[in-house]
């Protein structure tokens, strides 16, 4: 079983809908949880991170921690074309990021 | 600041050479890291470092995998022999420790091993 598993995709969400990505993992211990987006050929930029139950918001972005499932979303609202990216969602045992274990990534097409 | 800088951006290289990747981090970082992506595997830590100083190299592959950091301002990876299985974005990040938790990666290396 994969420490951090996310359902590759690809996902399919039209222009100005609301796209919805999951993530879960194995490590009941893990502390800190973040959101990264790649876009095609490019290198990870962080979007989001959370470390409490509940739902942090940040623009148009929405990441819901759910630990007692081992559970972690990202909700987008109003999808843009550029968008469009693989998302990937990353662990971490402490409330750092010095070791982050990455999940393979769900690829996000936003169709206009 | 210009960001990570790594290079080279693309290499290739036959089946047994040596192979150096490198990086420079951002200025005033005090984190290294150095990942792998596959298509297979998604992305993998290899190694990080804290102040110049390797902590956690458990995701080295294997003895032909290797990394120094000699100063804060320069680190490498090196593949002796490289195998065609070494295949793969390697992306150097770095952070710091103060203030944010975010990790910045470089524009990546591509290694194709023939």
């Known amino acids: 079983q994969k420490e951090v598993e996310q359902n590759s995709g690809p996902l399919s969400v039209p222009e100005g809908a609301i796209a919805s990505l999951n993530c879960t993992y194995s490590d009941r211990g893990s502390q800190s949880f973040f959101w990264y987006r790649q876009y095609s050929g490019k290198s990870p930029e962080l979007i989001m991170f959370?470390?409490?139950?509940g739902d942090k918001e940040d623009g148009r972005f929405t990441a819901q921690l759910n630990k007692a499932s081992q559970y972690v979303s990202l909700l987008i609202r109003d999808s843009q074309p550029s968008d469009s990216a693989t998302y990937l969602c990353?662990?971490?045992?402490?409330?750092?990021?010095?070791?982050?274990?990455f999940g393979t990534g769900t690829r996000l097409t936003i169709i206009p | 600041d210009a960001g990570v800088i790594q290079s080279p951006r693309h290499e290739v290289t036959e089946m047994g050479q040596e192979v150096t990747l490198r990086c420079k981090p951002i200025?005033?970082?005090?984190?290294l890291f150095w990942y792998r992506q596959t298509m297979m595997r998604g992305l993998e830590l290899l190694i990080y470092?804290?102040?110049?100083?390797?902590?956690?190299d458990s995701g080295m592959p294997e003895d032909r995998f290797s990394a120094k950091m000699p100063n804060a301002s320069f680190s490498t990876l090196k593949i002796q022999p490289s195998e065609p299985r070494d295949s793969a974005v390697y992306f150097c990040?770095?952070?710091?420790?103060?203030?944010?938790?975010?990790?910045?990666f470089g524009q990546g290396t591509r290694l194709t091993v023939v």
């Open positions: 200025s005033g970082h005090d984190y």
């Open positions: 990040a770095s952070s710091i420790s103060e203030g944010t938790v975010e990790a910045f």
């Open positions: 990353a662990v971490a045992a402490n409330f750092g990021n010095e070791k982050l274990t």
């Open positions: 959370i470390y409490s139950n």
């Open positions: 470092f804290n102040n110049n100083v390797p902590i956690d």
